[in-house]
């Protein structure tokens, strides 16, 4: 259907974090508004309104972006998708228009997950929920990964909730979910660790929860699993922040100094280490010396602590 204006919609939506690309996207959606049905007018100038460049304040382009979420869902209060969309701009514009009631939005997901109650909106409720409330989102944990099983990110989420609980063992549960599910996609689409989104943070937060639960043999292993991936130029350096090169060394170091590794740390550090050698960037080569100052005074030798200093 070469007429379909919401197909170019959805690829616009799916584009936000472009604007560039989405404006491209909405553009076709807009030449084709006149072949549109009636009930997807509506959703074509929300974003023609949102992506519009003008000189608004952000401020009142995410409360604007809001009311014509608002004016769909009062338009037709039956459309599930427009109350799950209405929860989501208000918790995707809320660095530049806050959240002043998590209740409200709260009984907005309500009234989805009355007709739905394995829609997606569920990764939502988690993030409503994890900086205010975390207690407020169990259900939505418990439900997360099940409604949408094939996306590894909708494993993880429910890991803020349980974390944020002390629930560690819960938390683990569903970070190695989603590595079970990055794992799969791995495999079956030959693609590398880092051009998986969230996969690297994914895995530090597991290592972190080991550590929560006192398995430091497994957080170890995973940290040392994350540095050997491979270094691709354009999504795994050290020069980058959020990836499985930087993450594995700074898990590894804060690991085996949070057991008092001491022997060990100074064999993964140590200058001819593949693990966590010297490197020029400075930020990682200064955690790098401290940790191995700290080694050398926790075995009580001074000598090799001032040659670190």
């Excluded at 404006?23 to 049905?37: I, Q, S």
């Excluded at 349980?162 to 599910?181: C, G, I, N, P, T």
Aim: proline share 5%.
């Amino acid at each position: 259907d070469p007429d379909c204006a919401m197909a170019y919609w959805g690829m616009a939506m799916a584009n936000l974090n472009n604007q560039k690309r989405a404006r491209g996207f909405l553009a076709k959606a807009v030449e084709r508004k006149a072949k549109a049905h009636l009930h997807e007018l509506p959703w074509i100038t929300f974003l023609e309104n949102y992506l519009k460049e003008d000189k608004r304040e952000d401020n009142k382009r995410e409360l604007e972006a809001i009311k014509d979420i608002e004016l769909i869902v009062q338009t037709y209060p039956d459309n599930i998708e427009a109350k799950a969309f209405l929860a989501w701009k208000i918790w995707h514009g809320k660095n530049e228009a806050s959240i002043s009631s998590p209740m409200a939005v709260q009984a907005v997901l309500d009234q989805v997950f009355a007709v739905a109650p394995d829609h997606p909106a569920h990764h939502y409720s988690i993030h409503l929920w994890d900086g205010f409330k975390p207690e407020q989102g169990l259900k939505s944990a418990a439900a997360g990964g099940p409604s949408s099983p094939g996306i590894a990110h909708m494993w993880h989420m429910p890991g803020h909730i349980y974390s944020k609980l002390r629930r560690f063992d819960d938390a683990a549960w569903q970070q190695e979910a989603s590595s079970r599910v990055d794992h799969a996609y791995m495999m079956a689409n030959y693609v590398q660790p880092d051009q998986i989104h969230n996969y690297a943070h994914n895995e530090e937060w597991l290592i972190r929860t080991y550590n929560d639960l006192g398995q430091a043999g497994n957080a170890i292993f995973l940290a040392k699993a994350l540095i050997s991936h491979p270094q691709h130029p354009a999504n795994n350096t050290l020069d980058k922040g959020g990836c499985s090169a930087s993450y594995g060394r700074t898990r590894l170091i804060e690991t085996l100094i949070k057991w008092e590794q001491w022997a060990l740390l100074l064999a993964v550090c140590a200058d001819n280490s593949r693990l966590v050698g010297p490197v020029p960037q400075i930020s990682h080569e200064a955690t790098r010396l401290k940790a191995v100052g700290l080694a050398h005074f926790a075995q009580e030798s001074p000598a090799e602590l001032a040659k670190v200093i």
